[in-house]
């Protein structure tokens, strides 16, 4: 009897060690993702943004003005979000980083900026400090620079992964709410990513439309 006690006692101690290294490991995970969170997240918000100011909210989008900028674009031949975002990308990441002829590093900007339809076009905004005539120029001769006059438009938020059925669910949304409001636009959607690829949490989306004579 006392050698089937003590073989009891210790298989109940050995549950109870790979409870604890469970546990452990759980805790150990939790802290490994509260960091990352934080270090995400300081560093997403350190990223240079192109500068607006919320004119007004409704109950599904808001509007917004944005000031005026210098972008950085390249046209593709692809289809869909996916192929498309990774296309343009690699195109735009390789010029910030240094493919051009003066092998110059310019800081990288948010959003990303990609319009939606049959010609689509992907776009990274200049950092404030350069000029059209100062940028360095690119290798890739698809690369084109162009000035973004100051804009209101329409914009409707999103988090999580973004893929083309969230956009045309979204696309459609704003379509109907700005119809309901019966306020004017261009009836040129794009597509806003504010995340680097390796950001797995706190995702944020924006399908927006440049607006007609916005009061």
């Not at 006392?2 to 549950?15: E, L």
């Not at 804009?151 to 938020?157: D, E, G, L, S």
């Not at 700005?178 to 597509?191: D, M, P, R």
Request: aromatic share 12%; no cysteine; proline share 3%.
């Amino acid at each position: 009897m006392a050698k089937i006690g003590f073989i009891k006692t210790i298989k109940k101690s050995v549950s109870l060690n790979k409870l604890s290294n469970s546990l452990i490991f759980i805790l150990l995970l939790f802290v490994v993702f509260f960091i990352s969170k934080g270090i995400i997240s300081k560093n997403t918000k350190r990223t240079e943004q192109h500068r607006y100011k919320v004119i007004k909210s409704y109950s599904k989008f808001e509007v917004r003005r944005y000031e005026q900028a210098i972008f950085t674009s390249v046209k593709l031949k692809t289809e869909g979000y996916k192929e498309t975002s990774s296309s343009g990308f690699r195109i735009l990441a390789g010029y910030i980083f240094g493919d051009n002829k003066t092998n110059e590093k310019i800081a990288m900007t948010s959003p990303v900026k990609m319009e939606i339809g049959s010609a689509p076009k992907m776009s990274f905004m200049v950092p404030k400090g350069y000029s059209m005539t100062d940028l360095p120029d690119p290798n890739n001769k698809n690369l084109v620079f162009e000035m973004q006059e100051e804009k209101i438009i329409a914009v409707i938020q999103f988090d999580g992964w973004a893929n083309d059925e969230k956009i045309e669910q979204f696309l459609s949304i704003l379509k109907n709410e700005l119809a309901k409001e019966k306020i004017a636009h261009t009836n040129k959607f794009f597509f806003l990513g504010y995340n680097p690829p390796y950001d797995l949490i706190d995702r944020r989306n924006e399908v927006a439309v440049e607006l007609l004579n916005y009061e």
